[in-house]
């Protein structure tokens, strides 16, 4: 008797047939090979490809013909750019590098994205946790809605974390969310009103434009500096535009890699607090840090500033889990918004990321990221010294690295001739709300590893129209 099939072995089958419809080997109409046929040229077990075919009969891509065999169906569409790589006349803005980066394809580089390469996250801790819940009796976690303020005992494990970093908040003020994109619009929600301003860093996360704009606020950008954002312009955004909320992130900031200092944390406090002004710490890569640093929220103990943290980056995109951290008068309503906008809670995500972080394997894995991001880090900067790409800082730790182009080049040209070869770059004034970043990329170390990058940034800095000079034979020969 055959054992249960692997499911990458399914998946590859899948793979393997979807690719000959694609490139038309297999016509609508035409049969597919014979299950044991396709196991033997595939080197699988007949099992394997019974799934395969049963999974892609259920997509609508194959039908069965009792006793004749299986048989592509369905309207072949005609083959589209899209289909072929990433929409070069895209136009460059917020949502610029998430929709192409999340939209490519496997061959696609992406040293201008946000998260971290597949095979660095902890897929054995993550499958060993899927296991457990899979053959636990209560079924609950696969079947059922989560509690609206989200799972007890993962609201309990929070509380002990941030405690260790000094943040006191206990489990019932903790609200689960589905990511930390959910919790900032929960919050927005909460918060503010169409044309209401919001303060953000110039340059902050380019997906802060885009969900402000989404929530139809006035936003205002504040010139940010290696140490925090500027507290003079702060203080005159705040006297000129009376502001409801500022989003920022204090440590290994997005997407300048750098840290809030103490003294620049403690003028900004005392700033907010004569506005009436709650300031929305965005968290999510706690985890990275070698060391922790100052936070807001911990100098301000959630009076005027709100925790955001999520899981996304450091443990699995998939497993949607976030949260806030918020003064206990906040909660409630912010729990009805949440009934209101996605009902109950993700408990599956929830349980997952609980049973990983219990287990021990997060602490190590974590370790292990850090390691290596600290290699890439050093690797990635000489390469683009190479280049004539200078670092603004050279970060403490994380992923991101923002850096200078050559005096005259344009960030957005370099990034369309990249694309063309199929290299998603992150052009600076997607970050920028007053567009003043045409001369920096934000690069994702993670996601530098591959030295064709570079050649091709090169390449594409050679070519782009505000290119006045050229690559010295040096630059490109120590670069091979």
Known sequence: MESLPNPRLVDHVMQVVRGRIAARALTLGAKLPSIRGLAETLSVSKSTVVEAYDRLSAEGAIRSRPGSGFYVAGTLAPLTLAEIGPRLDRAIDPFWVSRLALDAGPDVLKPGCGWLPSDWLPEASLRRALRGLARAEDAGPLTDYGSPLGLPALRVLLARRMADQGIEAPPDQILLTESGTQAIDLLCRFLIEPGDCVLVDDPCYFNFHALLKAHRAKVIGVPYTPNGPDVEAFAAALTAHHPRLYITNSALHNPTGTTLSPLVAHRLLKLADAANLTIAEDD??????????????????????????SFSKSLSAA???????????????????????SFGGGRLGAELVLAVLKDGSYRKHMESVRTRLARAMALTIKRLKLLGITPWVEPRGGMFLWAQLPDGLDAAEVSQKALSERVILAPGNVFSAAQSAAG??????????????????????????????????????AER
């Not at 100052?294 to 005027?304: K, Q, S, V």
């Not at 976030?322 to 906040?330: C, D, F, S």
């Open 319 to 341: 497993a949607r889990c976030g949260y806030i951290a918020a003064k206990p008068e906040w909660i409630e309503a912010l729990i009805d918004l949440k009934i209101a906008i």
């Open 440 to 477: 920096f990329l934000r690069f994702n170390v993670a996601q530098c590893t591959d030295p064709r990058i570079f050649s091709v940034l090169a390449g594409a800095m050679a070519r782009a129209p505000s290119a006045t000079f050229a690559l010295t034979d040096t630059r490109l020969s």
């Open 284 to 309: 999510i890569f706690a985890d990275f840090e070698p060391d922790p640093s100052p936070r807001l929220a911990a100098f301000d103990g959630l009076n005027r500033v709100v925790r955001i943290g």
